[in-house]
């Protein structure tokens, strides 16, 4: 059964870092993509981009692009989003989901709400 | 590219057929278009991927049709788990755009 399971809630303070985690399990880490969306309170899904676990290449939307930093560890089949420095705006929920190579997201983690508040 | 969804709410009582439009900015290939439904507090789940294909453990009373700049999904009869946003996809290429969402409200 493919199942991915993401890290806790976390509340952090404006200008500090995170890093959240996706554990994947049921399949092969290394040969699909991992995307991460973001969803603010009450809002719609935003894709932040994609990483392939087998050789850490990434690929992130524009409004991402230096905001956070995607990477994986093919070792214990976990992907993460970290961020160096946190802002207000980034409190929301985040999802990282597989993408089979090229199609829609099948499988989804249950999510992580990231608060952002000092 | 921008994918429009229409109407933004959609209220109806089980039984009923809902018909939600997703238009998008520019054509886009069908092999790369999908609806995912998001019910409050859980994860998106996908519904449909290249536009017509339903995913693994979806009832066939979700049907999805459409090509170019135009895609439906229509569920022939509103059972009552079904009151949920639904979002349209397009995943062409490293970019992903997801619609605004319709939310479906019971009436």
């Known amino acids: 059964e493919v199942q991915l399971v993401q890290s806790g809630a976390e509340v952090r303070k404006p200008g500090e870092s995170l890093k959240i985690s996706c554990t994947t399990s049921?399949?092969?880490?290394?040969?699909?993509?991992i995307v991460w969306v973001r969803q603010m309170p009450g809002k719609g899904l935003e894709s932040m981009g994609v990483?392939?676990?087998?050789?850490?290449?990434?690929r992130y939307s524009p409004a991402f692009q230096d905001q956070v930093t995607f990477s994986a560890d093919t070792s214990i089949n976990t992907a993460y989003l970290h961020w160096n420095t946190l802002r207000a705006s980034d409190t929301a929920t985040y999802y990282c989901?597989?993408?089979?190579?090229?199609?829609?997201?099948?499988?989804w983690g249950q999510g992580t709400l990231v608060t952002v508040s000092s | 590219l921008v994918l429009t969804q229409s109407p933004g709410t959609l209220s109806l009582s089980p039984g009923e057929r809902a018909t939600l439009l997703c238009r998008a900015s520019?054509?886009?290939?069908?092999?790369?278009f999908g609806w995912y439904q998001q019910k409050p507090g859980q994860a998106p789940r996908l519904l449909i991927y290249?536009?017509?294909y339903r995913a693994p453990g979806i009832p066939d009373r979700f049907i999805g049709t459409g090509s170019g700049t135009d895609y439906t999904l229509t569920i022939s009869s509103l059972e009552p788990e079904d009151f949920a946003v639904y979002y349209c996809?397009?995943?062409?290429?490293?970019?992903?755009?997801f619609g605004p969402g319709t939310k479906v409200e019971i009436k």
């Open positions: 520019q054509r886009l290939g069908s092999g790369y």
């Open positions: 989901a597989r993408q089979p190579g090229g199609d829609a997201f099948d499988f």
């Open positions: 290249s536009a017509s």
């Open positions: 996809q397009h995943y062409g290429g490293s970019q992903f755009t």
């Open positions: 990483i392939w676990p087998g050789d850490s290449e990434t």
């Open positions: 049921g399949y092969s880490f290394a040969d699909y993509w």
